[in-house]
């Protein structure tokens, strides 16, 4: 059984530690809110005085943060972690981040002596509970061979998108179609109501033909057709308008560096701007169906 130092006991980070507990492993971790540190020690993880303390005997450190400059701030530079870990410490970034964050990760992993992947995940809070996690992984080959076992762990489905970044590449691009395709989802049953064709008519509809998707099919953004999902329950989360807006803006920064026309990508970006600026930042992103039916009444 290996020592694992997890950094990031939070609402993901949190459930991820404990179940590598749950899989015999010795975990030790550290956050900076007492609150996760004594829910993640109820779960059986070690509490680290720092972050440091927690890498220093580790063999591998998984860092669940929340945005790209907490992960290179945490890791790089003479304080940091790849500093404080054993050369040929195995570094496990699944924190949603920049690509370009995530290449810096990678790098200052490879000039200290350590091995690295990015493998930010989808699945949710609810994913990260039950182990079911998706995890989209970036680094070498020997590099996602180390990972793997841990990460099979706490997800269900692991795969190797590619090098270094490439697991936030896939990660954001996902996210991209999703954020687009639940507002069109969203437009669709909107048009329906004003059109007199009912909400079950249109799901019978639309998810067996060639509007099906994700959506529409497992994340019905109307109460009724799919009874799982957060229209349901006045759109609790699920995943939050907040989630979606920050990797949406991920996306956007990662077409302008790289040179990609992602029109949509970009509307998409604007219209759930406009959607949290009003208050719905904590409500689930499938919501925005809401918003655009005000919107709709307006005109
Ligand atoms: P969270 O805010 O609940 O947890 C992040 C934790 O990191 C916090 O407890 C914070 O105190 C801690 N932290 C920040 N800087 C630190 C440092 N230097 N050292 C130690 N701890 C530090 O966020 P979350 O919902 O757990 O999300 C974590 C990451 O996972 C984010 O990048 C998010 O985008 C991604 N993600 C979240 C979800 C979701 O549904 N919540 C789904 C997929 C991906």
Redesign the pocket.
Known sequence: MATIAF???????GPMAANLVKAGHTVTG????PA?LEAAKAKGVAIADS?KAAVASADAVVT????GK?VV??TTGADGLFAAAKPGTLFID????DVASARAFHEAAKAAGHASVDA???G??GGAEAGTLTFMVGGTDEAFAAAKPILELMGKKIVHCGGAGAGQAAKICNNMILGISMIAASEAFVLAEKLGLSHQALFDVASTSSGQCWSINTYCPVPGPVPTSPANRNYVPG?AAA?ML?DLKLSQEAAETAGAATALGAAATALYTAFAAEGNEGKDFSGIIEWIRTRADET
Do not use: E, Y
Not at 7 to 13: R, T, V
Not at 30 to 33: A, I, Q, S
């Open positions: 950094i990031g006991l939070g609402n993901m980070g550290f956050d900076l809110v996760a972050a669940m943060l929340p945005s907490h701030g945490a699944s924190s949603t981040i930010p995940v989808s949710g809070v995943f989630l920050k």
